[in-house]
């Protein structure tokens, strides 16, 4: 391994792409082609960057294995970072395999954390889990243990295990003042602030209020019964009673819990579940019968009673019942949390973080656009969304060891 390409590898392990550049920019061996890529990736230009991953990784010899499994790790992390969620993950799991058969144990840590935090994007948590749960994992060098603590922070916060969440944000935060990349240290920052960001509303007895993770979690422990529109399950401290796919149930429920204690005229529970303006006997007959459907899912949770004017929510064995509501509420609002992140999708990406169809979401997007709260950048296969104004992409991208054959 000559100097130039080792003072280049040290320069993109501490966060400087432009001083790797200035040692390899005008080489197109195998390893400079490599580290070049990861620098391009660094500052951003990732089409560029994958150019020179691929060709880098064609021009490793068949002898070295090694250098071209990390050119397909950081292959995977710059699709991760631009949301091809169709890349392959064979192809990684195929490249952490052999840095795993060739003792390369950190880098193969890495890409494991990759696979993890491709597992958490589409809401896989416990595959994502499990895969950072391997007893063989091995020390990793600070700016790697940064991706490693927001991974586990991240499952961590999805859980509503918020004592782990913090727990992780500061060993990253230690991690990232380790490795003194500015960058790092306000990916870091920006993952903290969604602890202290309002997660949540509160509806109950007829007012609300906003709720942080912590309160959330402290509300579903409490063993009141709630009606948790985020998730659109009804629940109490042991039992979770899904109506995800079940829509007019939970309206019903919905409206009955955001009145608790009060009853519910029938002329509103049709307006909620049927949206129908007017409750005429046919209207009343369905609701007859939904009501009996409810009554019969909610179970040992609550019972729906009538009452002179309509029907009222009367929990078994809890003190009360509260609606759990997200902090905002529109349509395709699921669409709009996902690319809050600040990354830029693809619409089939979106689709299978979603578990829609393509058609689906990209139907939605378009509204979306027409009312001017996402913008789309390319064209075809290349077309991306993100939230205006369009983002740079806040990523690390960085190889714990050395690209080179070594």
Same mark, same amino acid.
Request: glycine share 6%.
């Given at each position: 391994?000559?100097?130039?390409?080792?003072?280049?590898?040290?320069?993109?392990?501490?966060?400087?792409?432009?001083?790797?550049?200035?040692?390899?920019?005008?080489?197109?061996?195998?390893?400079?082609? =490599?580290?070049?890529?990861?620098?391009?990736?660094?500052l951003?230009?990732?089409?560029?960057?994958k150019?020179?991953?691929?060709s880098?990784?064609? =021009?490793?010899?068949?002898?070295?294995?090694?250098?071209?499994?990390?050119?397909?790790?950081?292959?995977?992390?710059?699709?991760?970072?631009?949301?091809?969620?169709?890349?392959?993950?064979?192809?990684?799991?195929?490249?952490?395999?052999?840095?795993?058969?060739?003792?390369?144990?950190?880098?193969?840590a890495?890409?494991?954390n990759?696979?993890?935090?491709?597992?958490?994007?589409?809401?896989?948590?416990?595959?994502?889990?499990?895969m950072?749960?391997?007893p063989?994992?091995?020390?990793?060098?600070p700016?790697?243990?940064?991706?490693?603590?927001l991974?586990?922070?991240?499952i961590?916060?999805?859980?509503?295990?918020?004592?782990?969440?913090?727990?992780?944000?500061?060993?990253?935060?230690?991690?990232?003042?380790?490795a003194?990349?500015?960058?790092?240290?306000?990916?870091?920052?920006?993952?903290?602030?969604?602890?202290?960001?309002?997660?949540?509303r509160?509806?109950a007895?007829?007012?609300?209020?906003?709720l942080?993770?912590?309160?959330?979690e402290?509300?579903?422990?409490?063993?009141?019964v709630?009606?948790?529109?985020?998730?659109?399950?009804?629940?109490?401290?042991?039992?979770?009673?899904?109506?995800?796919?079940r829509?007019?149930?939970?309206?019903?429920?919905r409206a009955?819990g955001?009145?608790?204690?009060?009853?519910?005229?029938?002329?509103?529970?049709?307006?909620?579940?049927?949206r129908?303006?007017?409750?005429?006997?046919?209207?009343?007959?369905?609701?007859?019968?939904?009501?009996?459907?409810?009554?019969?899912?909610?179970?040992?949770?609550?019972?729906?009673?009538?009452?002179?004017?309509?029907?009222?929510?009367?929990?078994?064995?809890?003190?009360?019942?509260?609606?759990?509501?997200?902090?905002?509420?529109?349509?395709?609002a699921?669409?709009?949390?996902?690319l809050?992140?600040?990354e830029?999708?693809?619409?089939?990406?979106?689709?299978?973080?979603?578990?829609?169809?393509?058609?689906?979401?990209q139907?939605?997007?378009?509204?979306?656009?027409?009312?001017?709260k996402?913008?789309a950048?390319?064209?075809?296969?290349?077309?991306r969304w993100?939230?205006?104004?369009?983002?740079?992409?806040?990523?690390?991208?960085?190889?714990?060891?050395?690209?080179?054959?070594?």
């Amino acid at each position: 391994m000559d100097s130039l390409i080792t003072a280049a590898a040290r320069a993109l392990a501490t966060g400087d792409p432009l001083g790797a550049l200035n040692r390899v920019a005008l080489r197109d061996d195998a390893p400079a082609l =490599a580290l070049r890529g990861i620098a391009m990736a660094q500052l951003g230009d990732l089409a560029r960057a994958k150019s020179l991953l691929k060709s880098a990784a064609r =021009a490793f010899g068949p002898k070295e294995a090694v250098a071209r499994a990390r050119c397909v790790v950081a292959e995977a992390e710059i699709a991760l970072v631009s949301r091809e969620l169709t890349w392959p993950a064979k192809a990684l799991d195929a490249a952490r395999a052999t840095l795993e058969a060739h003792g390369d144990r950190v880098n193969a840590a890495h890409a494991r954390n990759l696979e993890a935090r491709r597992l958490l994007l589409i809401g896989r948590l416990g595959e994502a889990e499990r895969m950072l749960a391997d007893p063989g994992l091995v020390p990793l060098p600070p700016a790697s243990r940064v991706a490693h603590e927001l991974t586990v922070a991240g499952i961590a916060i999805r859980r509503l295990r918020t004592k782990a969440a913090r727990a992780a944000l500061d060993r990253a935060g230690q991690a990232a003042r380790e490795a003194n990349i500015p960058a790092l240290m306000a990916e870091v920052e920006s993952t903290a602030l969604v602890m202290d960001a309002p997660a949540a509303r509160l509806i109950a007895c007829g007012g609300e209020r906003p709720l942080l993770l912590e309160d959330v979690e402290a509300l579903l422990a409490s063993g009141v019964v709630v009606v948790d529109a985020c998730r659109n399950v009804v629940r109490d401290e042991g039992r979770v009673i899904s109506l995800a796919t079940r829509p007019v149930l939970f309206a019903l429920a919905r409206a009955l819990g955001e009145a608790w204690p009060q009853d519910v005229p029938r002329s509103t529970l049709v307006a909620r579940a049927f949206r129908g303006k007017h409750a005429d006997e046919s209207h009343r007959a369905r609701l007859r019968v939904e009501i009996g459907r409810l009554r019969a899912e909610l179970g040992t949770l609550a019972d729906v009673t009538a009452t002179s004017r309509g029907f009222k929510l009367v929990p078994r064995s809890a003190r009360e019942i509260v609606v759990l509501a997200p902090r905002v509420e529109e349509r395709h609002a699921a669409v709009l949390a996902f690319l809050a992140d600040g990354e830029s999708w693809s619409s089939s990406a979106l689709a299978i973080a979603l578990g829609s169809s393509p058609r689906t979401v990209q139907r939605a997007l378009e509204q979306l656009a027409a009312a001017g709260k996402v913008h789309a950048f390319g064209r075809g296969p290349a077309r991306r969304w993100t939230t205006p104004p369009v983002p740079g992409f806040p990523t690390t991208l960085l190889l714990p060891g050395p690209l080179p054959s070594d």
